[in-house]
């Protein structure tokens, strides 16, 4: 199905359109088809962070944690601007191979881009914190989102 919605866009001429572009980056990232993702990702005129976090996340779920983050190093070297969804997505990437110190340096980045106080943020940290062992400030973390005030307080 998907791939007919493809082939409809291109007889539109809908893929040129940002938003359909965008889609179909993340559906080809959703099912796998990361060659087909990174073909349409490459020809998007207007880069903005929708597809490069619909890629990372394609990556971060399927595993493939080590494609997401250099992804998310080629964003930042495109300077491309990282949203609250980008930072969750990458947080779960360093989680699930339980890099607390790439952890902490992402913290420290969401710090200073201003999308810390976000919910997506905020939770993606606890949950990064939790699985890589450092359980205190994981809570840290949440007694801050439930304070509505979250901020570094590293200890």
């Not at 394609?58 to 601007?81: N, T």
């Not at 969750?88 to 999308?115: D, E, F, P, V, Y």
């Not at 997506?120 to 450092?134: E, H, N, Q, T």
């Amino acid at each position: 199905m998907g791939r007919q919605i493809h082939s409809q866009a291109i007889v539109t001429d809908a893929i040129s359109e940002i938003l359909v572009g965008n889609s179909l980056v993340d559906m080809y990232a959703k099912c796998d088809k990361f060659g087909e993702a990174n073909r349409i990702f490459v020809d998007l005129a207007h880069q903005s962070s929708v597809p490069w976090t619909a890629l990372i996340s394609g990556y971060v779920q399927k595993g493939l944690h080590e494609d997401g983050l250099k992804l998310f190093v080629d964003m930042q070297k495109a300077k491309i601007r990282a949203d609250s969804a980008t930072y969750a997505s990458i947080l779960r990437a360093c989680a699930n191979l339980a890099s607390l110190t790439l952890g902490k340096q992402l913290h420290l980045h969401i710090i200073r881009s201003g999308c810390i106080s976000n919910v997506f943020s905020g939770s993606a940290l606890v949950d990064m914190y939790a699985k890589c062992g450092s359980i205190k400030e994981a809570l840290h973390m949440f007694q801050e989102m439930l304070r509505g005030t979250v901020f570094p307080g590293m200890h």
